[in-house]
């Protein structure tokens, strides 16, 4: 497995648990931290894990055709 692909997968994954933990376990309330807080930072972890792959990904097709 290429590591774009891998680091593509790795960053869905983390945004899909996110968005789990947000959605299903928002309500439950931890002394210090809030679920729901644990993911929504999860899910922008992964999204910008994603976003960064998929940026460096074209910047290398681009980098390559010239």
Partial sequence: ??????????????????????LVLGDVELPFVSLRIVGFVLMVVGGLEVIATL????WRAIRAKV
Avoid: K
């Fill in 1 to 22: 497995m290429s590591s774009e692909l891998r680091s593509l997968t790795t960053g869905l994954v983390v945004f899909a648990v996110g968005l789990v933990v947000h």
């Fill in 55 to 58: 940026g460096h990904s074209a």
